[in-house]
Nanobody
Framework: QVQLVESGGGLVQAGGSLRLSCVASGNIFSDNGMAFIDMAWYRQPPGKQRELVAASYSGGGTNYVDSVKGRFTISRDNAKNTVYLQMNSLKPEDTAVYYC???????WGQGTQVIVSS
């Protein structure tokens, strides 16, 4: 059983910042924690499809969707089995439910709502 618990969402004005956290637990993390596991953040805006926002790879690389490059930063603390998404210079179009995922697997968190007001 794998659990991903997101937190940190909320309502923020355009130009503001939020930091999302995702704490992971379960059998795939039991031996080496998150150290060898790729993690990702997705988002689903109202009425739209879910999209990949950022990925953090076990080898240290990261990847971002073009619309958030330079504004969002994904990071991880392997000792805490936690992945973060620092979101700066938020825009109304960033409004969405944000989900944590073990990248490339069916393991998803429950989501956390981010609303950016103009």
């Amino acid at each position: 059983q794998v659990q991903l618990v997101e937190s940190g969402g909320g309502l923020v004005q355009a130009g503001g910042s939020l930091r999302l956290s995702c704490v992971a637990s379960g059998n795939i993390f039991s031996d080496n924690g998150m150290a060898f596991i790729d993690m990702a953040w997705y988002r689903q805006p109202p009425g739209k499809q879910r999209e990949l926002v950022a990925a953090s790879y076990s080898g240290g690389g990261t990847n971002y969707v073009d619309s958030v490059k330079g504004r969002f930063t994904i990071s991880r603390d392997n000792a805490k089995n936690t992945v973060y998404l620092q979101m700066n210079s938020l825009k109304p179009e960033d409004t969405a439910v944000y989900y944590c995922r073990v990248h490339g697997t069916p393991y998803w968190g429950q989501g956390t709502q981010v609303i950016v007001s103009s």
